[in-house]
């Protein structure tokens, strides 16, 4: 259901992206506007951004090789940085640049009715967007807050697409007033404070992020709720006397390495311990189901004296 849920989501806002893209340069082109231009921009690397979405997801479907040998799970990790990267320099800088230049040079802006006409379409379309990527979340983080949510999301697609459309949106809105306000007033500097505001909110939502992605680069654990899973295996498991420095690192959204210490009861059959071990692996796949890889160390028996 991950893996659906975030194509699903990233193909939405794909769509919705490149429509949008077209009608604000359409917009900027009859009425001049920089804050229709950064949203222009903006639009464009986001449709770049789920572009690399869905290239981080082909490429982490290899499977393992000799100098990768837990697979490439991870490069949706990567990809996931990366648009953060272009957030951060494609529109948010760029949004700043042209919102300061508009305030140092103002230019009057023409056909008004136009901008207004593009932005509120723009709204409509990223607000589809947007709902379908809150439906598909909503299935996935349970009674998480949206903050929670994005914060522990061990696949980036869905929370990338959430905060680029939330962001899209309130640019959005942030060009609507700068239009509304310049048309109003006659003063061209409030285009370029809308400019300025997007390009704010787009380093804000880069820095969030280029943080989250690191962290899953880095390498995280699993949640809370699977390593108790995981320790309900071992501690239920009649072979095991005592476990000891669980450990687990995921290779990537679907993918979970597992490691223990494991101290069997007493036996002389080494053969009998080896079998426990391979069922209480098989145990532990069964109830985790993203659990691709375990390794239980045996460590030896504490003997009664």
């Known amino acids: 259901m991950s ?15 490149v429509g949008v893209a077209v009608t ?6 009859f009425t001049g506007s920089s804050a229709m231009l950064a949203e222009g921009i903006h639009s464009i690397a986001d ?7 869905m290239l981080g997801r082909r490429r982490a479907r290899r499977g393992p090789s ?6 490439y799970g991870r490069e949706r ?5 990366l648009v953060s990267l272009v957030l951060f320099f494609g529109g948010g800088l760029f949004a700043l640049y042209e919102g300061y230049e508009k305030i140092a040079e103002p230019r009057p802006l023409e056909s008004w009715p136009w901008a207004i006409g593009v932005l509120v379409a723009a709204i409509v379309m990223e607000g589809l967007s947007l709902r379908t990527a809150v439906r598909n979340s909503n299935r996935e983080r349970g009674s998480r807050s949206w ?3 994005i914060r522990e999301a061990k696949a980036p ?7 680029e459309d939330t962001a899209a949106l309130a640019g ?19 285009d370029g404070l809308g400019s300025i505001a997007i390009g704010l909110l787009l380093v804000a939502v880069a820095v969030t992020l280029a943080r989250e992605t690191k962290s899953m680069i880095i390498g995280e654990a699993a949640e809370p709720a699977v390593q108790d899973a995981i320790e309900n295996v071992l501690d239920d498991d009649p072979s095991i006397q005592e476990f000891t420095q669980v450990r687990t690192l995921h290779l990537g959204p679907e993918d979970l390495l597992v490691a223990a210490r494991v101290t069997m009861h007493p036996s002389d059959d080494v053969e009998g311990a080896a079998q426990a071990l391979a069922e209480t692996e098989r145990r532990i796949r069964e109830r985790v189901s993203i659990a691709s890889a375990v390794y239980l160390q045996p460590t030896p028996p504490q003997r009664a004296s």
């Open 24 to 29: 604000k340069f359409v917009a900027f082109f």
């Open 147 to 149: 903050p929670g949510f």
């Open 172 to 190: 959005l809105v942030f060009a609507l007033i700068g239009v509304g306000l310049t048309v109003v007033t006659g003063n061209s500097v409030f």
């Open 66 to 71: 000799p100098d990768h040998p837990f697979g």
């Open 3 to 17: 893996g659906d849920g975030s194509h699903q989501a990233t193909l939405a806002a794909l769509a919705a992206n």
């Open 47 to 53: 449709t770049g951004n789920q572009g690399l979405l």
């Open 77 to 81: 990790y990567f990809y996931g940085f």
């Open 157 to 163: 697609e869905l929370p990338v697409v959430l905060l």
